[in-house]
């Protein structure tokens, strides 16, 4: 049986929880996931019809795990879109996130926002015959699979939910604009093509269920503005694996890299995932490293490059992300890799 697993991020965590300020508990989550409202016949895993599927088009990277996700929005809502890269979700909104690993269900992650001020934070754990989920221990599950030879994936606490979903606000990672865009990225590591019914920024308009109404987004699809196709599914990669805590909003944000793509920039600006990290010296050092070795990316120089050996790394002191994975992104890695390598200039 596998055991409790102490918060890998607990600092962070705390770090987190004290941006979300001080109040009453939030609810207590639902004991199962049958009780969360995902299914409607929980006996055959039928989905509600009230959940949308949807898909991500920069998905985020978890040791190979194969994922589904869904939502749910309360009849007659609607997201409020004002801010085109801070999108507010109704009271009652839940989203679940299924992983799978060697094709069976392993954890249903899920959040709800249970009221105005209160987001609910769970993982549920699949049992053995994939026909059921109950809810994980607050500190969460180690060891609940295999990924690799001597590697076993580990159930998050709640605090490690909220080191990456809370900043100064709460985050609903994957749901997005630039995520849901209908210009869906070819290049894109581990892209997952639509599925019939997958809800894209298009069909959000079509339902109403954006607030204000966005035609310009169904009629020009929010899309990273890069000189190349790989540096599109480059700048893009790392908005989606990275840009959840290196943003404005982050406490990470305050060493100037900007990682997360904004949709709501002015026409023309630099990609902050570009402008923060080429030819940038930052104030980690590649270990044994001289010269340049401090640079973010290092034009011309995936070793010198501190981003490159830290995606690589698994050490706990220089991995990134810091949490969520065991096993470095290969595919991932061979296209940074290549793009710094083939298509960034160096510095004369």
């Known amino acids: 049986m596998p055991t409790p697993l102490r918060p890998a991020a607990l600092l962070l965590g ?103 001020n209160d987001w609910v934070f769970a993982t549920y754990v699949w049992n053995d015959a994939g026909t059921a989920a109950i809810l994980a221990p607050v500190d969460g599950v180690a060891g609940a699979a295999e990924i690799a030879p001597g590697l ?64 310009e987004w169904v009629a020009r699809p929010p899309r990273i503005p890069a000189a190349t196709p790989r540096e599109r599914a480059v700048l ?18 305050t060493t100037g890299l900007l990682l997360r793509q904004l949709v709501g920039s002015r026409e023309g600006s630099v990609p902050p995932a570009r402008a923060t990290t080429v030819g940038v010296e930052g104030g980690w050092l590649i270990p044994g490293a001289s010269g340049h070795g401090s640079l973010r990316v290092a034009p011309g120089d995936p070793d010198g490059s501190a981003l490159v050996y830290r995606m690589a790394s698994r050490r706990p002191a220089s991995q990134m992300p810091p949490l969520g994975t065991k096993v470095p992104d290969r595919e991932a890695l061979e296209l940074v890799r290549g793009w710094v390598a083939e298509e960034l200039t160096p510095r004369r």
């Open 236 to 253: 893009g990669y790392l908005s989606g694996n990275c840009g959840a805590c290196h943003n404005a909003d982050n406490p990470a944000g």
């Open 14 to 116: 705390l770090l987190a929880l004290g941006a979300a300020g001080a109040g009453s508990a939030p609810p207590e989550p639902p004991p199962t996931l049958a009780e969360t409202g995902l299914y409607a016949d929980p006996a055959t895993l039928r989905l509600a019809p009230s959940v949308l599927f949807y898909q991500p088009q920069y998905p985020l990277w978890t040791d190979g795990a194969a994922k589904a996700r869904w939502i749910f929005l309360p009849p007659g809502s609607a997201i409020d879109v004002s801010d085109p890269d801070a999108w507010e979700f109704p009271v009652g909104t839940k989203l679940w996130k299924e992983f799978a690993f060697g094709g069976r269900r392993v954890e249903t992650r899920f959040l709800w926002r249970a009221t105005a």
């Open 152 to 215: 076993r994936h580990d159930l998050p606490g709640r605090l490690d939910c909220r080191a990456c979903h809370e900043s100064a606000r709460v985050e609903v990672l994957g749901f997005s604009a630039l995520q849901l865009s209908d210009d869906r990225d070819p290049l894109a590591p581990h892209a997952e093509t639509l599925r019939p019914g997958a809800v894209t920024l298009a069909a959000l308009e079509e339902r109403g269920l954006l607030s204000p109404a966005r035609p």
